[in-house]
């Protein structure tokens, strides 16, 4: 039997995934793509290599057996925090790397910086497709690089996600925004008064129609009672938007739980996305 149709029969049944082995060379090693000075360490008991690209500090961690396809998850922003679903991955020959842009907000120059990181990955060895991991804000950075690189993301996973950046940090809705972020948001994207800020029309909300054509599956976990993203002014109105238009999305609603703490305590569900949206193609 091939190895797609082994993981077909195994997330259908709800049984343990294994790893699909690369047949890759067994000398194979991101490591050595990268540079020289980058320091060593560990992340969830893997080995991890940190380093500067572009003057951002940016991380890669090897999973102890690579994947078929070298597949690889990439997190937009809050490096290690509930690391539950990266660890999983790892287990299962998952490359987790990070770039980090804050604050851009996912503006060009985020999306330009980012771009040359995914070569710098692919050119390493890994795959032509990367599934896109954004916490909160990092919603706006990974669906905002997508959107413009269809053809490189397997699937996004958006957790507790900002959608519409005048929610927030905007604070234009029900949530408390941010002040301080909200004017870094605005030098950002060059908006010079608070019309100008009004009008914007970057976030993903605004482009929901970009984003379906584009084609990737989205899963997102969110808190029902999210008090700083409110999911109706985010997640529930881009949900809407997305069906309307033949999308494919899923939202794990949390049940009276805020916007923290982030992610699910057992990552099942969420490996098992990112496993289908990787090999189902």
């Known amino acids: 039997m091939s190895y797609l149709k082994t993981l077909t029969l195994l997330l259908v049944f709800g049984m343990s995934t294994p790893i ?45 057996q690579i994947g078929l396809t070298a597949p690889w998850i990439w ?37 330009d910086i980012w771009n040359q990181y995914y070569a710098l990955m692919t050119k390493a060895g890994l795959s032509s497709k990367v599934a896109l991991e954004g916490f909160s804000r990092g919603g706006v950075y990974v669906y905002n690089w997508g959107m413009v690189n269809p053809e490189k993301v397997s699937c996004v996973y958006a957790d507790a996600p900002v959608l519409d950046l005048k929610s ?5 809705g029900r949530g408390p925004g941010s002040k301080r972020d909200w004017e870094v948001f605005k030098e950002d994207y060059n908006l010079k008064t608070q019309e100008e800020a009004a009008q914007f029309k970057g976030s993903p909300i605004d ?5 379906v054509k584009a084609g990737f599956p989205m899963l997102h976990v969110c808190g029902d009672a999210d008090e ?54």
């Open 75 to 111: 997190r937009a922003r809050f490096w290690g925090h509930e690391p539950q679903a990266d660890s999983a991955l790892l287990e299962r020959g998952f490359h987790v790397v990070y770039c980090d842009v804050a604050e851009l907000f996912g503006n060009s120059q985020a999306i």
């Open 20 to 64: 699909l082995r690369a047949q890759s060379s067994p000398e194979f090693d991101i490591f050595q793509a990268l540079p020289a000075d980058k320091q060593l360490g560990k992340f969830c008991g893997f080995e991890m290599a940190t380093f500067t690209f572009n003057g951002r500090q940016a991380k890669v961690v090897k999973p102890r």
């Open 228 to 281: 700083v993203v409110p999911m109706d002014e985010n997640t529930d109105l881009f949900e809407k938007r997305v069906k309307a238009l033949g999308g494919n999305i899923m939202v794990i609603h949390k049940p009276g739980v805020k916007h923290h703490p982030h992610s699910l305590q057992d990552p099942s569900p969420i490996v098992a996305f990112v496993l289908r949206a990787t090999y189902s193609r």
């Open 168 to 172: 927030w940090p905007g604070g234009k």
């Open 207 to 211: 482009n929901v129609d970009k984003i």
